[in-house]
């Protein structure tokens, strides 16, 4: 059975992810791996963590949560171009027919 005080205690509270939350859990990600931080970003994160620990009722800024998902984004894009990287096979070379190759190959000039 539970206890009258537990009771009070949890009844009609609903747990809610928070800015701070996700704050927490973005610098925690991007601390953990091996990102390509600056000496001065990785102070930087390490006393935003400490501080986001250390007091419960602050989230970071606009400024600063911009700064760490610009940090975060360098090394999690959102997509890869994979014919850059040389992930996708070039197709086969073909001749240009002739029709195209007596193409001028600057625009006409104006008339007068």
Do not use: W
Not at 60 to 87: F, I, T, V, W
């Amino acid at each position: 059975m539970i206890s009258q005080s537990a009771y009070h205690e949890n009844c009609g509270k609903v747990s809610m992810p928070t800015k701070r939350d996700d704050d927490i859990k973005l610098l925690e990600s991007v601390l953990d791996e091996d990102l390509e931080l600056t000496e001065e970003e990785q102070i930087m994160f390490d006393g935003l963590l400490d501080f986001l620990k250390g007091s419960p009722s602050r989230s970071l800024s606009k400024k600063q949560r911009n700064k760490l998902q610009a940090s975060y984004d360098r090394s999690h894009p959102e997509y890869e171009n994979l014919y850059s990287s040389g992930k996708v096979p070039k197709g086969k070379d073909i001749p240009t027919p002739p029709v195209l190759q007596n193409l001028p190959k600057f625009p006409p000039g104006r008339r007068s």
